[in-house]
């Protein structure tokens, strides 16, 4: 014979379907036998005729036998020991109520088959049975909650309190978490009437216990309610870390009901969800359309591509010059018209645009990196000047409706050569003879995810060890999720009715440096030197959306309008062709952008 391994060994006493259903078997066969006869002892006040058990045996078996069946059809043989809850406890008396009336039908119709018989011993023995099976259902789960519970779990504090809180308690009681959580605090405002209330025996404070609670429960670890706003999330979150705590998670609520919890990501501090996002109207506009985007490889024309897939385009042609970028959103976007085409190419675009007759073109495409446009300047000139020209030309000369241009916060008083070309843009589209189309620019900040954002640089610095390289400890920026910017995109070329200059309210901006200290709590598994540098050539301290005090309301609080800047089309459009051409091109920028006033690195 060969003997068993260690690990062959372990797995005879490991869990399983077969062990489980095999244990419940056997006890749910012991605890029927007994409850029939208790049901008999009670019914004859604890002294039974022997008439009366002629056929006990042949009853008890039937009864059993249709019991067993019951329970495999609720499917009260297949619930984990530990997850078992009042919805199974539900399904247990369905067994019971199915199996005492097929009994009770086969007593009516055979009266004599089991004669002589109690019959009141049918509804004795029915709730002894669902109170006994019960009970052997819940000891054997509070048991195995009790091993779960043994296993030393992080002592944890809950914040904020929602529909997820009991549940998440559940799934750490369960085991099925890392954490165990001691105390729970209520947010000010929304939960202060619970304060002093029990949510499975776990006390409900206020916010100013919570240093006294991470002293004598010795809390090492927070978890916060989801369903918390961002501004609600970033207050918690360093009122946390000032107290000490770094293990920070939030919480979020599977499909099936249960607890779950997640790391907390730099995007869930930063993100300001706009209150007035009215998706109905970017379907009632993208629907059944075929757009036209160009860069749509890139971090926002592909963000806009799959939006516009989302909300319902019919058809959706996707131009890139990068064959690479162009084949990841293909990827992901199977059915949609990929077209290799570099926006310098006017007879490519005429020939896309002829063939395809988009009803909306979003204009994307442009070289958006500060320093390599500061070191690039004439191809910078050409792909975002030139470039963004020939989009808009093209589509107004084939009578496309809509015509949209992604702008920049850079464009705003431009220190940059990025953001000069993206403000002479501006200029063309509102200024531009627009025939039979509809034009209009959107302009925001930066993104979160984008390629170009400082957080996946400072990600991959924190990765290595540091340190985290900044320009300058007083530059800020605006932030927002590249999925919500590209909404409000949407949303404000819905209501543009031509030459509008779309702003996007960004929120607050933030420092970088605050930013980085951030990341570090949040990626670092210790201390990361935060290092500057200088500002480098053409970036600014802190970038805006207005330029001036101008700008209208919309039906929207999140979306304005910029004052029109006047600039006759046929000088605008000589000095861009002295731009192209210019030996300093800087001068001829200042030319057409006044504002432009340009950087040296620091």
């Known amino acids: 014979m060969v003997p068993l391994d260690k690990n062959q060994k372990t797995s005879l006493f490991a869990p399983s379907n077969t062990k489980r259903i095999s244990f419940f078997l056997i006890t749910d066969v012991f605890v029927s036998v007994m409850s029939l006869y208790g049901a008999y002892l009670l019914r004859f006040n604890f002294s039974i005729p022997s008439l009366f058990l002629t056929h006990f045996t042949q009853i008890a078996a039937i009864l059993i036998l249709l019991k067993i069946i019951f329970l495999f059809i609720f499917k009260n043989y297949s619930i984990i020991w530990r997850f078992y809850g009042l919805n199974e406890a539900k399904n247990l008396v369905l067994a019971h109520l199915a199996t005492y009336f097929i009994f009770a039908l086969i007593i009516l119709l055979l009266p004599d088959l089991f004669s002589p018989f109690p019959r009141s011993v049918i509804l004795i023995d029915m709730m002894l049975s669902i109170i006994l099976l019960a009970e052997l259902r819940f000891t054997k789960r509070l048991i195995s909650d009790r091993n779960s519970q043994s296993i030393q779990h992080k002592p944890t504090l809950l914040v904020g309190i929602s529909p997820n809180t009991a549940n998440l308690i559940k799934s750490a009681i369960e085991g099925s978490l890392a954490y165990s959580p001691v105390a729970i605090i209520a947010i000010q405002n929304k939960n202060s009437n619970m304060i002093g209330s029990y949510i499975n025996n776990i006390k409900i404070s206020r916010p100013q216990d919570v240093p006294d609670l991470i002293a004598s429960k010795k809390i090492t670890a927070a978890i916060i309610d989801g369903s918390m706003s961002s501004e609600q999330l970033r207050e ?29 990501s730099i995007e869930d501090l930063l993100a300001r969800h706009p209150k007035d996002l009215d998706k109905s109207a970017i379907s009632s506009f993208i629907q059944n359309k075929t757009v036209l985007i160009t860069g749509a490889g890139g971090s926002i024309g592909s963000e806009i591509s799959l939006q516009c897939h989302y909300f319902g385009a019919v058809k959706l042609i996707l131009i890139d010059h990068s064959e690479y970028n162009l084949y990841q959103i293909g990827e992901k976007l199977p059915q949609a018209a990929l077209r290799l085409c570099n926006i310098l190419d006017r007879a490519s675009l005429d020939a896309i645009i002829l063939a395809e007759k988009p009803d909306i073109v979003i204009h994307a495409a442009a070289y958006k990196h500060v320093p390599l446009c500061e ?228």
């Open 236 to 264: 918690t979150y360093q009122f946390l870390t000032h107290l000490g705590l770094r293990d920070i998670k939030r919480s979020s609520l599977l499909a099936e009901g249960r607890g779950n919890i997640t790391e907390l």
């Open 375 to 602: 070191a690039n300047i004439r191809s910078a000139i050409m792909n975002n000047v030139q470039g963004s020209r020939n989009v808009i030309d093209s589509a107004i000369e084939h009578n496309v409706p809509k015509i949209v241009i992604i702008s920049t916060d850079k464009a705003v008083r431009p220190t940059n050569v990025m953001g000069t070309t993206k403000r002479i843009v501006e200029l063309y589209a509102q200024n531009v003879d627009s025939k039979n189309s509809e034009i209009a620019a959107v302009r925001f900040g930066n993104v979160l995810g984008s390629s170009g954002s400082v957080i996946p640089k400072f990600k991959s610095q924190i990765e290595s060890g540091g340190p985290i390289t900044l320009t300058h400890p007083d530059i800020t920026r605006y932030f927002m999720l590249i999925s919500e910017a590209c909404q409000l995109v949407l949303q404000a070329t819905a209501i543009a009715k031509g030459k509008e200059l779309f702003i996007l309210d960004m929120g607050e901006p933030v420092k970088i440096i605050d930013l980085a200290r951030t990341m570090i709590k949040l990626y670092a598994p210790g201390e990361v030197e935060i290092v500057t540098s200088g500002l480098r050539p053409g970036e600014k301290l802190y970038e805006e959306l207005l330029i001036d005090e101008s700008e209208q309301k919309t039906s929207y609080a999140s979306i304005m309008i910029a004052g029109a800047t006047h600039y006759p089309i046929e000088q605008l459009n000589r000095d861009i062709e002295a731009l192209l051409c210019a030996t300093d091109p800087i001068a001829v920028l200042k030319n057409i952008v006044p504002e432009f006033t340009p950087t040296l690195s620091a």
